[in-house]
């Protein structure tokens, strides 16, 4: 539909309606009026960000409606354009396929628009956010790419900038993939799969379905890189019904196993396309996952940029003492995000970590194994369908107590007590913070790491995480 989709809007005279009014939906309403598109956008909220969006749009010719959707305008409209906050269970997509409305994400949109844009489109369960991310920050040694999609600005941003970027590192959710039926990328990463958003898909098959609309205009001509150590992750392609067979080349990376990009524990060197790339305590990340993350990257890199091509511009590279130095030290000078594993500085002896990203079981997994001294978890938030046990064996290696607060509490409670430490605590989340301190001393770590969403509490996992930095900075929050 993407090489389509503004040719079909230009040949009716049909208003497009867009169902949200945050970020990503206020940037493609505004892409849509600058095409000339008469837009309808809508937003069940009424918060005070909504309403400055709304008058925002209003300014620029769209008609806005707040606090609720006009279902038979919609009905109506010529194509539907839902934000990724928006589920196909939603009352106004309902509405839309019940009267044959074709239903877009912004992301369709975006890339209709940019039609010259060379993109590597990174999905996954976790870490496809710290892998765009490295994606950009390696490419950016090179070509003018920026860094798009789920890690927060939207694709329809950079739509209307002039000029255009050349690159993208775009992050793409489930929610996303669902709604971008034109997806073709330069190069497709998959980081890893495993049960998530319960809380929105009926089964774990719907979710990985929506995984593998990734691979919906795979031709001969594709690249595609794998998590090799991931058997889910290698049939994803499986679950379009188009055989067995992933069209175009594809690359792997694994731990522990050679592949295209892997690493060797016992040498702690990891290697890329056959040649040693860096050591491993060169790479500033912690956590096996995050080295996946570092392969993942250099080997989207190397396939969608040829080197000598990437090299020629940078002056970093001509000093390299070997092919991919410059991927080296580019992967040497990478930060933490915020909120991913990421060390709060303080001044109690403790090490306090911010993974308040890790929104699912899965990834709260990682942090956990990920640690090498005694901890306190805390645990909670709003519950996403999936059981917490699976964190207890890999806890007791070196967790001294789960914290377990918020919505979730009591199920968390039910699932670990029998088989670890485990504390409720059900007041406020500076209550949860005054429990750990107590719970642990100098040299201990405190790992909020919560395995749900933030939605009990907070507004959001980087408003959680802020609250959490301050709390532990002795911040009054």
């Given at each position: 539909m993407s090489t389509t989709l503004f040719a079909r809007l230009e040949r009716t005279s049909g208003e497009i309606a867009v169902l949200g009014l945050a970020r990503s939906g206020v940037a493609v309403a505004k892409l849509l009026l600058r095409a000339g598109h008469v837009v309808y956008a809508s937003d069940g909220g009424s918060s005070p960000q909504v309403l400055e969006n709304a008058a925002q749009l209003r300014a620029l010719g769209a008609d806005v409606q707040t606090?609720?959707?006009?279902?038979?305008?919609?009905?109506?409209?010529?194509?539907?354009?839902?934000?990724?906050?928006?589920?196909?269970?939603?009352?106004?997509?309902?509405?839309?396929r019940a009267h044959h409305v074709p239903v877009v994400g912004e992301m369709e949109v975006a890339l209709d628009a940019m039609p010259s844009l060379r993109y590597i489109a990174i999905t996954g369960t976790n870490g496809k956010t710290t892998t765009t991310a490295l994606i950009g920050h390696i490419l950016r040694a090179c070509t003018d790419i920026v860094d798009a999609g789920n890690i927060g600005t939207a694709l329809a941003e950079f739509a209307l900038r002039e000029p255009q970027p050349s690159w993208a590192a775009l992050e793409c959710s489930s929610f996303q993939l669902h709604d971008t039926p034109g997806i073709k990328p330069t190069v497709g990463v998959v980081t890893n799969l495993s049960p998530d958003h319960l809380d929105r898909y009926d089964s774990?098959?719907?979710?990985?379905?929506?995984?593998?609309?990734?691979?919906?205009?795979?031709?001969?001509?594709?690249?595609?890189?794998?998590?090799?150590?991931?058997?889910?992750?290698?049939?994803?392609?499986?679950?379009?019904?188009?055989?067995?067979?992933?069209?175009?080349?594809?690359?792997?990376?694994?731990?522990?196993?050679?592949?295209?990009?892997?690493?060797?524990?016992?040498?702690?060197?990891?290697?890329?396309?056959?040649t040693p790339l860096m050591?491993?305590?060169?790479?500033?990340?912690?956590?096996?996952?995050?080295?996946?993350?570092?392969?993942?990257?250099?080997?989207?890199?190397?396939?969608?940029?040829?080197?000598?091509?990437?090299?020629?511009?940078?002056?970093?590279?001509?000093?390299?003492?070997?092919?991919?130095?410059?991927?080296?030290?580019?992967?040497?000078?990478?930060?933490?995000?915020?909120?991913?594993?990421?060390?709060?500085?303080?001044?109690?002896?403790?090490?306090?970590?911010?993974?308040?990203?890790?929104?699912?079981?899965?990834?709260?997994?990682?942090?956990?194994?990920?640690?090498?001294?005694?901890?306190?978890?805390?645990?909670?938030?709003?519950?996403?369908?999936?059981?917490?046990?699976?964190?207890?064996?890999?806890?007791?290696?070196?967790?001294?107590?789960?914290?377990?607060?918020?919505?979730?509490?009591?199920?968390?409670?039910?699932?670990?007590?029998?088989?670890?430490?485990?504390?409720?605590?059900?007041?406020?989340?500076?209550?949860?913070?005054a429990h750990a301190r107590a719970a642990t001393i100098e040299g201990d770590a405190i790992l909020l790491s919560p395995a749900c969403s933030s939605f009990d509490m907070f507004r959001n996992y980087e408003e959680r995480g802020t609250v959490f930095r301050d709390l532990a900075r002795g911040v009054a929050s």
């Amino acid at each position: 539909m993407s090489t389509t989709l503004f040719a079909r809007l230009e040949r009716t005279s049909g208003e497009i309606a867009v169902l949200g009014l945050a970020r990503s939906g206020v940037a493609v309403a505004k892409l849509l009026l600058r095409a000339g598109h008469v837009v309808y956008a809508s937003d069940g909220g009424s918060s005070p960000q909504v309403l400055e969006n709304a008058a925002q749009l209003r300014a620029l010719g769209a008609d806005v409606q707040t606090g609720a959707h006009d279902l038979v305008r919609i009905g109506r409209a010529a194509i539907v354009v839902a934000s990724p906050g928006v589920p196909p269970s939603a009352p106004p997509c309902v509405a839309a396929r019940a009267h044959h409305v074709p239903v877009v994400g912004e992301m369709e949109v975006a890339l209709d628009a940019m039609p010259s844009l060379r993109y590597i489109a990174i999905t996954g369960t976790n870490g496809k956010t710290t892998t765009t991310a490295l994606i950009g920050h390696i490419l950016r040694a090179c070509t003018d790419i920026v860094d798009a999609g789920n890690i927060g600005t939207a694709l329809a941003e950079f739509a209307l900038r002039e000029p255009q970027p050349s690159w993208a590192a775009l992050e793409c959710s489930s929610f996303q993939l669902h709604d971008t039926p034109g997806i073709k990328p330069t190069v497709g990463v998959v980081t890893n799969l495993s049960p998530d958003h319960l809380d929105r898909y009926d089964s774990i098959d719907a979710y990985y379905g929506d995984k593998a609309h990734l691979f919906a205009n795979a031709t001969e001509q594709s690249c595609w890189v794998l998590n090799g150590d991931d058997d889910e992750v290698l049939r994803l392609h499986e679950r379009l019904g188009r055989g067995s067979v992933l069209p175009g080349t594809v690359r792997t990376f694994r731990i522990g196993t050679e592949s295209d990009a892997w690493y060797d524990r016992e040498s702690g060197i990891m290697y890329l396309c056959g040649t040693p790339l860096m050591r491993r305590d060169e790479f500033p990340l912690v956590g096996d996952h995050n080295v996946a993350n570092a392969l993942a990257a250099a080997l989207a890199v190397v396939t969608a940029v040829p080197f000598d091509d990437a090299v020629s511009t940078t002056v970093a590279a001509q000093d390299a003492k070997h092919k991919h130095g410059w991927i080296a030290d580019r992967l040497r000078s990478f930060h933490a995000l915020p909120h991913r594993l990421e060390p709060v500085p303080t001044a109690d002896g403790r090490l306090w970590l911010n993974d308040s990203k890790a929104t699912n079981v899965s990834s709260t997994l990682v942090a956990v194994q990920s640690m090498t001294r005694p901890f306190v978890l805390l645990l909670g938030g709003r519950h996403k369908g999936e059981p917490y046990t699976a964190l207890a064996h890999d806890f007791s290696l070196h967790g001294k107590r789960v914290i377990a607060y918020g919505e979730a509490a009591g199920q968390i409670v039910e699932d670990l007590s029998p088989l670890v430490a485990v504390e409720r605590v059900d007041g406020s989340f500076a209550d949860v913070i005054a429990h750990a301190r107590a719970a642990t001393i100098e040299g201990d770590a405190i790992l909020l790491s919560p395995a749900c969403s933030s939605f009990d509490m907070f507004r959001n996992y980087e408003e959680r995480g802020t609250v959490f930095r301050d709390l532990a900075r002795g911040v009054a929050s």
